[in-house]
């Protein structure tokens, strides 16, 4: 399984974007029953976690996030959106997504995320 994040780009605080992640060379019955979750890396700082949908598609956010940022996915598709409103500055970071394990360990390897960038 390759994952192909896309949507980030330059934009000011307070815009929106819409991310997307493709799980691409995977078929929906392995897709589908994934956890999948949106993960991302500010410079200098740990990759964390700031959605997650399961496959049922109960979803939760960071707090930083709450209000803001909505997880969706669409299994037929084999893909996960984020949609982010009312960007911040400290919204700046590198986007991925990857499925995961109710222990928290990820599913496959990391695709190469889709850089977000909000200027202040």
């Known amino acids: 399984v390759q994952l192909q994040a896309s949507g980030g780009g330059l934009v000011q605080a307070g815009g929106s974007l819409r991310l997307s992640c493709v799980a691409s060379?995977?078929?929906?019955?392995?897709?589908?029953?994934?956890?999948m979750g949106w993960y991302r890396q500010a410079p200098g700082k740990e990759r964390e976690l700031v959605a997650d949908?399961?496959?049922?598609?109960?979803?939760n956010y960071a707090d930083s996030v709450i209000g803001r940022f909505a997880i969706s996915r669409a299994n037929a598709r084999k893909t996960v959106y984020l949609q982010m409103n009312n960007l911040k500055p400290e919204d700046t970071a590198v986007h991925y997504c990857?499925?995961?394990?109710?222990?928290?360990?990820?599913?496959?390897?990391w695709g190469q995320g889709t850089k977000v960038t909000v200027s202040s």
């Open positions: 990857n499925g995961y394990f109710p222990d928290g360990a990820t599913t496959w390897n």
């Open positions: 060379r995977a078929i929906t019955s392995v897709f589908n029953p994934v956890h």
């Open positions: 949908i399961t496959s049922g598609g109960s979803t």
